[in-house]
């Protein structure tokens, strides 16, 4: 024991009278451990006052008059969690009487997950537009009674949004871009999946003024074509992540346009986009050769050797890859990689329901992919587990191989393209 605690022992001095909040503060911020920092608030009243005080994030299943006990605790709070399971929702779960007492008592919150919240409505919104102009990042995913009234509030009251998710909000419409454009000019991401009454029209008012965002996932806007990738490739150079899967009307324009003006794109989903030819996406391949790590291209049913090779041999730090159900795609184009001596940074393959490519393709591509973790031969009727074993290939170690089960969690690790948004 220090000479110090002996003579606070000897003296019987109170800790709270020796150290100051600014002190205890600074105690309590090297506290790594959430237990450790719930047993600090144990201590005392005052200690507990100091804990709450300095917690900045909260997740809470709770009605308005807890809520409001909540925000008189934690008055510093700016990332605040009410977002329901799909598997374990609550009735009535989050309400509009709720986002009230969030719009008046965490006035410094930040970011606001509320995530499959579906009993909320534009009233709710409202509220948060008047009382949260702080607010950078939402999240109102499959919140499906939302349109643009509550959307054009936010973006009204809340000037400094980075982030928005409106994944599965089927009533936003293109007038809720048109907003986020006239209040929203630092808005860096923007998740519109499944919003099929988006067009290009609405993407083209939306990069008139917002013009960094870096994050755009369009997938499965039915009525978003070439004319609105065209305008945002343009508009915003700084794009990383473009999700357009299922889009039908996306074709060798839209990645024509982002290989002239996306250098730094990183990660591209296609999927589906039976439009796309070899050609555009040799284009992508020369010009985002340095950035480019996860693409998704399944169900491009026009895509070949000649693109798969490019993509491949060009794009050094390519991590994933999906090409299922090309069905034209053969074993060439392993061969040509491996045929260069060049050495992939691959951890993720799928090919599953190629039909042309065999167990001497994978043979070449285990030669170039050293660091391959995860393959899907799904469907594909020559490579099984048999015909592999028989040619004695010899897989990584730590690679998983799927060759007849299900994309589950534990066998693909995760979905990399899910886990970009």
Known sequence: MSKLNEEIISKGVCINETLTDDELRSILSKLDNYKDKEGFGLV???????????RRKLCARAGPLMLKKMAARFSRIVELDLSQSLSRSFYPGVTD???????NGFT????LHLNNCKGITDKGL???GKGLPRLQSLDISYCRKLTDKGLTAIAEGCPNLRNLHLVGCRFITDGTLVALSKNCPHLEALALQGCVNVTDSGLSALVDKCRKIKFLDVSKCTNVGDAGILRVSEACSSLTTLKLLDCL????DSIYSLARSCKNLETLVIGGCRNISDESIKSLAFSCNHKLKFLR????????DSALSCILSLCKNLEALDIGCCEEVTDRAFQDLASSGFESSLKILRISSCPKITVFGITKLLESCKTLQYLDVRSC???TEWDCDQAGLLFPAYCKVNFTGSLSGSDVLIDVFDLMG
């Open 44 to 54: 005392c009243k005052k200690w507990l006052h100091l804990q709450s005080t300095e």
């Open 297 to 304: 291209m399944d169900w491009c049913l026009s895509i070949s």
């Open 381 to 383: 009727p020559h490579i």
């Open 126 to 128: 409202v509220e948060l």
């Open 249 to 252: 009307k996306a074709g060798d």
């Open 97 to 103: 009487s709720d986002l009230s007492v969030v719009s």
């Open 108 to 111: 410094s919150l930040q970011t």
